[in-house]
């Protein structure tokens, strides 16, 4: 591919050139209600499952908090805030696509079609889990969907060319997709992904989940650019930033992103700016976040119901239905969890090799 | 299947073909590319140059760049790249040009390559076999000169093979592929047989024309004898047959055991050969603390301290990197004059 233009930055992602199939006129055009009200859907699932898991983490875990204990122990990275990249990419993809997520991976595991009962029983540690209990939370696989995260930072995308060359040799028009934070993207891992999946033009598509914090370091702090987006220039692919954390943007520019990959014209970054709607891990005092103020009034899944109530794609009562049936499937997960046993520790040893 | 065009037969059977240790390895290489569509090798300089230590040789005309893929230098995205084909059932080969290299893809090697099937309750295999390049004596300095192969096996998850003959690259080379694990596979640069490279006559061996598995796990007495067990790997195999064989006109007979492979172990071999000869000498051409040679020598305590008629003895690097200077560098690698010495020790 030849380096892009200026155009490949332009809002509504990327250059006519780099895009024949896509419709000018498309991104002025309103999403289908049905589209619109499915991108709603995801949110809202995802949302009630982190709050889901959010309380069964903190319930057994007081007086005091203690990291190890409880019915879910250890780390706790949950995705609140970030649901419109999970919402908005995922639609594009088949269960033959692939993607590689981060610490911080329920929201996209649950929108690309995850097995929700057993990665729930993996998070609880159970012998039903995904990984038997072996993986936990930051370590989700699953192969039906071709699923899996990495707690490393930026380590994800490496497997994903790995993944998206395997497609590409077998002749298939299968894709993988790579997600990591605005972080990650300091990473010497981040950097020789970018330029090895542009090198030999691999059906990838970079996904950068800018929530403005490492942990507790801001990205003015960390980061030279103001926008991870030019660095795919530097790669000779086209990057795009989507603002405000809008998941319509972020649909859009994953489905040409995706049209672009499978047609074997090589990788495009998607970079959306997101929100760390709570803490970076569960028990994250945040003393140091500076913009806790306003995270509330950010919040994407509020803002999106008020705008499809407004266009008349949504009503009360489907919302009311929404939520009732996102609850009802986080229940059944749940239960799911409890009911497996916990692993025999006599297993212990077990997976090492094949 | 052929892997060598063979002249027509004719009245008398053809002398036993003799290979180096590349050219046995990349014979492994070719027949199970040949073999198995889902095999390929990627890593730096394996294309048109054939890879530095020639483990490559001729694959690139043969596979075509489809299969045999020359990477930018970027350790971390191509071993990555490896795991990510492998998660999908493609076999890839990736080679790290030294082992000293892993400082920078380390993480992909094991917290990604070697875990994935652990944390996914083995839902998910990963068959890669990495191969890298190991070993000094030739004054590459400390950072293209080391074994580290017990760094590699002090981490779980992943095979460890490390031939030492000819015949054992080419099997160990076809069984690594094979496997369904990631299979780290060493081969030392001073037992490749490379025309620019001070060699051991053993360098060179008899290889069978046929495709072969040597099988992973399991140690070849390579020496039989009374005295002394002599347990080692890689090059340091050819020093010590040849103290061997010098201390044989001493009367001192001594056995050698070559590991092969130090994930699986094959502790059962150790205890044996001690069990009979009561004397071990472990020779390791990696770093002497917490290593293979510690490993050794518990192996035999754990299973039956009794075992020792003597307190055992280790040749190993001293802990401290590999000295450029020839005269220090020779000083601290498991030179035969160090075996030879160590042998007479535990002989009292």
């Not at chain 2, 081969?187 to 620019?196: C, D, Q």
Request: hydrophobic letters at 40%; aromatic letters at 6%; one cysteine or more.
């Amino acid at each position: 591919m030849a380096a892009i233009s200026q155009s490949g930055f332009s809002q509504s992602g990327f250059s006519q050139s780099d895009h024949p199939r896509s419709d000018d006129s498309e991104a002025d055009r309103p999403l289908e209600g049905s589209v619109r009200l499915d991108l709603y859907r995801t949110m809202v699932l995802i949302r009630t499952y982190e709050e889901r898991i959010r309380q069964e983490y903190h319930a057994d875990k007081t007086p005091g908090f203690d990291i190890g204990a409880g019915k879910i122990p250890g780390e706790m990275h949950l995705a609140a805030g970030q649901e419109p990249v999970a919402a908005g990419v995922c639609p594009h993809l088949r269960p033959s696509d692939a993607l590689t997520a981060t610490h911080r991976p329920h929201h996209l595991a649950i929108a690309h079609g995850v097995d929700l009962a057993r990665m729930t029983a993996e998070i609880f540690g159970r012998e039903g889990g995904l990984g038997h209990g072996r993986g936990g939370h930051m370590h989700l696989f699953d192969p039906a969907v071709h699923f899996s995260c990495s707690g490393i930072i930026a380590e994800g995308l490496p497997p994903a060319l790995g993944q998206a060359f395997a497609f590409r040799q077998r002749g298939t028009d299968s894709v993988a997709v790579a997600v990591t934070g605005e972080g990650a993207a300091n990473q010497g891992a981040f950097h020789e992904s970018l330029n090895l999946a542009a090198l030999w033009k691999l059906p990838v598509v970079f996904v950068v989940e800018d929530n403005d914090w490492g942990i507790s370091v801001d990205r003015g702090a960390s980061t030279a650019v103001a926008d991870n987006s030019p660095r795919a220039a530097a790669n000779a692919m086209p990057g795009v930033r989507i603002e405000d954390n809008d998941v319509e943007a972020v649909y859009r520019a994953a489905r040409q992103a995706v049209e672009r990959a499978r047609a074997g014209e090589g990788p495009s970054l998607i970079e959306v700016h997101t929100l760390r709607l709570w803490g970076h891990f569960e028990g994250d005092p945040q003393t140091y976040r500076s913009d806790l103020e306003t995270v509330e009034e950010r919040d994407p899944i509020p803002r999106y119901r008020r705008l499809l109530l407004e266009a008349g794609v949504l009503d009360e009562a489907s919302a009311e239905r929404i939520a009732a049936d996102a609850a009802a499937e986080v229940d059944r997960a749940v239960e799911f969890a409890l009911a497996s046993p916990e692993p025999d520790p006599a297993t212990a040893s077990a997976y090492v090799f094949a | 299947m052929t892997v060598v065009e063979e002249p027509a037969s004719k009245a008398a059977p053809p002398p036993p073909r003799r290979l180096t240790m590349a050219k046995a390895m990349v014979e492994g290489i070719a027949a199970e590319m040949e073999r198995d569509p889902s095999v390929f090798y990627l890593g730096e300089d394996v294309g048109a140059y054939g890879g530095i230590f020639s483990s490559t040789t001729g694959l690139l005309e043969r596979f075509g760049p489809e299969r045999v893929l020359d990477t930018p230098i970027s350790e971390t995205a191509f071993m990555g790249l490896a795991t990510g084909a492998a998660v999908e059932g493609m076999r890839p080969i990736v080679e790290l040009m030294f082992a000293d290299f892993f400082g920078v893809c380390m993480d992909q090697i094991y917290n990604h390559m070697a875990k994935i099937h652990f944390e996914s309750g083995g839902n998910v295999k990963v068959p890669v076999v990495l191969t890298s390049a190991v070993g000094g004596g030739y004054s590459d300095g400390a950072q293209h000169s080391q074994c580290l192969w017990g760094t590699f096996a002090h981490l779980p998850g992943m095979k460890v093979v490390i031939p030492s003959t000819p015949a054992d690259a080419k099997g160990l080379m076809i069984s690594a592929i094979r496997d369904d694990n990631p299979v780290i596979y060493l081969f030392h640069k001073g037992a490749m047989g490379l025309a620019w490279m001070t060699k051991t006559r053993r360098a060179l061996g008899e290889v069978p024309p046929e495709p072969y598995e040597t099988p992973i796990g399991k140690a070849a007495v390579v020496r039989s004898g009374r005295d002394v067990t002599v347990v080692t790997v890689s090059l340091s195999v050819h020093y010590a047959l040849d103290v061997a064989d010098e201390l044989a006109t001493d009367g001192i007979d001594v056995e050698v055991l070559d590991l092969r492979s130090l994930v699986p172990l094959d502790r059962d071999a150790i205890v044996e050969s001690v069990g009979r000869t009561g004397r071990l000498v472990v020779v390791d051409e990696d770093y002497q603390s917490f290593g293979m040679s510690a490993e050794v020598m518990a192996t035999v305590a754990e299973r039956d301290p009794s075992l020792f008629a003597v307190p055992p003895v280790r040749v190993a690097v001293p802990d401290v990197p590999i000295p450029y200077a020839r005269a220090l560098e020779q000083t601290v690698l498991p030179t035969p004059e160090r075996i030879r010495s160590a042998v007479r020790q535990v002989m009292g």
